[in-house]
């Protein structure tokens, strides 16, 4: 599965959009791109998910650049609740198996 | 509903005890795996189920041993464990084995926590 690079960590006030980047520059056609959010203590949160074409879900939009090599996850209106590591994953599935980067820290400010 | 359920959430347990955590989800699904997160790090890869057979061992040493009794349960028998195995504990589950299915999804617990004393 190819690698991705996230920025440690990230502000931003609450109630504005919350735009998260991530690199994969080496993502292979077949690989799909995976984000996915830890909140302190507690268990990783699926949020969404995309191959090609940008994707929204009730909790977040997902911008996949033309040529992939890039990907936003947008959380169009941030609240406290939204403080957590946020995971950019990418995988095919041929590893069997979803492998966790550093991830970002997203810290929404009152 | 997207709900793996772990217990127990906290477990605090001495170096010859022997305790169990388990696992369990209604969602159908037939993979089921175990993940391991030390404090401020990214969860790591342990142990991989799928349709009740263990698949993927990740090398873990043997004073953990898995369990999948029935699809719907996964079950994590700890033994001799060691201070450096203080740890959250993730189970997650996805509708099939990850490498069957693009893009499938994983989805996990809120983890047990373990204290080795």
């Known amino acids: 599965d190819a690698k991705t690079t996230q920025p440690t960590s990230m502000d931003c006030a609450e109630g504005r959009a919350a735009n998260l980047p991530c690199n994969h520059s080496t993502i292979s056609g077949n690989e799909y791109v995976y984000w996915y959010r830890q909140i302190h203590s507690q268990g990783p949160q699926y949020i969404i998910h995309g191959l090609k074409n940008n994707e929204t879900n009730e909790m977040a939009s997902l911008i996949i650049t033309e040529d992939r090599k890039s990907s936003t996850l947008i959380l169009p209106h941030a609240t406290l609740r939204d403080t957590a590591v946020y995971y950019c994953?990418?995988?095919?599935?041929?590893?069997?198996?979803?492998?966790f980067g550093s991830g970002t820290q997203l810290t929404v400010l009152p | 509903d997207t709900e793996v359920t772990q217990t127990p959430k906290h477990l605090v347990m001495g170096m010859t005890n022997k305790k169990s955590l388990k696992c369990e989800q209604h969602?159908?699904?037939?993979?089921m795996y175990w993940y391991k997160q030390k404090a401020k790090k990214p969860p790591e890869l342990m142990f991989v189920?799928?349709?009740?057979?263990?698949?993927i061992n990740e090398s873990v040493p043997s004073r953990f041993s898995p369990e999948c009794p029935n699809s719907s349960l996964l079950n994590l028998h700890l033994h001799a464990l060691q201070p450096e195995d203080s740890a959250l504990y993730l189970c997650?589950?996805?509708?099939?084995?990850?490498?069957?299915?693009?893009?499938?999804?994983?989805?996990f617990g809120e983890g047990s926590w373990l204290t080795v004393v």
């Open positions: 994953i990418v995988s095919s599935g041929s590893a069997r198996q979803l492998t």
């Open positions: 969602m159908g699904h037939r993979a």
């Open positions: 189920y799928s349709y009740e057979k263990l698949s």
């Open positions: 997650a589950s996805s509708q099939v084995d990850m490498g069957w299915v693009a893009g499938n999804t994983i989805y």
